[in-house]
């Protein structure tokens, strides 16, 4: 089995932080450090965001695969980013959101969440 590089994570993260690299060429650019921190933060923000839209059935299976998105931070990036990830799930997760922004949240994980784990795949 082989594990994705950290290049391929840093591809996946590239395309979480499109607002801060907006005016950039669209040529491949490497984010740099405080890049992939934004892209993580606001990954775990927006996932936790989603948790607290989703139906109460629905919560453990986002949780699941929110665990598993951290798991694979950690095995590539490092505790660290897993933490940035981590936290700002946990803060996204006590904001209230009208049925409206739920949509738009849910929509956005799913969107970030289908691009990080075709990024991040295991070759089997």
């Known amino acids: ?7 391929l994570l840093f591809v996946a993260i590239t395309a979480l932080t499109a607002p801060v690299m907006a005016n950039t060429a669209k ?4 984010p740099t450090e405080e890049q992939i921190d934004t892209g993580l933060k606001n ?3 927006l996932a936790g965001l ?7 059935d629905q919560k453990a299976q986002l949780e699941t ?3 598993n998105i951290n798991s694979q931070i950690s095995r590539t990036l490092g505790s660290d980013r897993a933490f940035f990830y981590a ?3 946990g ?10 922004e739920c949509t738009e949240a849910l929509a956005n994980f799913e ?8 990024d991040t795949r295991e070759d089997k």
């Open 50 to 56: 989603a948790l607290g839209c989703v139906a109460v």
């Open 27 to 30: 040529s491949y650019i490497v």
């Open 65 to 67: 695969e929110a665990l």
């Open 87 to 89: 936290t700002s799930f």
């Open 91 to 100: 803060y996204g997760s006590n904001i209230e959101l009208n049925q409206q």
């Open 1 to 7: 089995m082989h594990r994705p590089s950290s290049f």
């Open 43 to 45: 990954f775990g923000y």
């Open 111 to 118: 969107k970030r969440a289908a691009v990080f784990h075709q």
